[in-house]
């Protein structure tokens, strides 16, 4: 199984970026995706959460600024993040859960906003 992530990069204050992640290989049904972001000397934190039925869940950092979504039918989790700030810099990573009882985690993305 690999989780392949993209679309990190370097954005400005307030601008938008959006981060996918895709999952490949013999792979059991996905459950819950979810995105975690690593700042330098910090620990990794949970940003959101989405189930297989589209319930999602967000850290109260970027609430009302990102948004999670998935496409089933790619076992793909996507992150819209809009309003960037400074704080959001890190390196973010995508973790799946199948109903197996498996967890997977991608490679991480980097993303870093300047001020």
């Known amino acids: 199984v690999q989780l392949q992530a993209s679309g990190g990069g370097l954005a400005q204050a307030g601008g938008s970026l959006t981060l996918s992640c895709a999952a490949s290989?013999?792979?059991?049904?996905?459950?819950?995706m979810e995105w975690h972001r690593q700042a330098p000397g910090k620990q990794r934190e949970l940003v959101a959460t989405i189930t297989k039925d589209h319930s999602t869940n967000y850290a109260d950092s970027v609430k009302g600024r990102f948004t999670i979504s998935r496409d089933n039918a790619k076992n793909t989790v996507y992150l819209q993040m809009n309003s960037l700030k400074p704080e959001d810099t890190g390196v973010y990573y995508c973790?799946?859960?199948?109903?197996?009882?498996?967890?997977?985690w991608g490679q991480g993305t980097q993303v870093t906003v300047s001020s």
């Open positions: 973790n799946v859960a199948t109903f197996a009882g498996e967890t997977y």
């Open positions: 290989g013999s792979i059991s049904s996905i459950n819950g």
